[in-house]
Nanobody, 126 residues
Framework: QLQLVESGGGLVQPGGSLRLSCAVS????????IGWFRQAPGQEREGISY????????DYADSVKGRFTISRDNAKDTVYLQMNSLKPEDTAIYYC???????????????????WGQGTQVTVSS
């Protein structure tokens, strides 16, 4: 059974940093794409970054490009999202999700993720 558990959220001041972790179990990162998503109150869920297990390729939404960095540690079965220069508009619940590389489509990179974590709250406020 695929399981993903996010951690690392919290309250941070504007301009600050947080590192989110997504610990996975029941599958091998090598064969999956892990995505980070977020959902703010009253807004649709937004895909913000992914990392491919097969080749390590990454992608970022324009809203986070240059500020967020996704990485993985296969030995620890964990994917990270380093978030710098945080803004109040980054406030949301952040989720990680997984899709097998065979089902992943780069033309629609934030669709088709079937396994999700429970989410972790990130609040950016002074």
């Amino acid at each position: 059974q695929l399981q993903l558990v996010e951690s690392g959220g919290g309250l941070v001041q504007p301009g600050g940093s947080l590192r989110l972790s997504c610990a996975v179990s029941g599958f091998t990162l090598d064969y999956y794409v892990i995505g980070w998503f977020r959902q703010a109150p009253g807004q649709e869920r937004e895909g913000i970054s992914y990392i491919s297990g097969s080749d390590g390729s990454t992608d970022y939404a324009d809203s986070v490009k240059g500020r967020f960095t996704i990485s993985r540690d296969n030995a620890k079965d964990t994917v990270y999202l380093q978030m710098n220069s945080l803004k109040p508009e980054d406030t949301a619940i952040y989720y990680c999700a997984a899709v097998h590389t065979r089902l992943f489509r780069r033309v629609a990179p934030y669709r088709g993720f079937g396994s999700w974590g429970q989410g972790t709250q990130v609040t950016v406020s002074s």
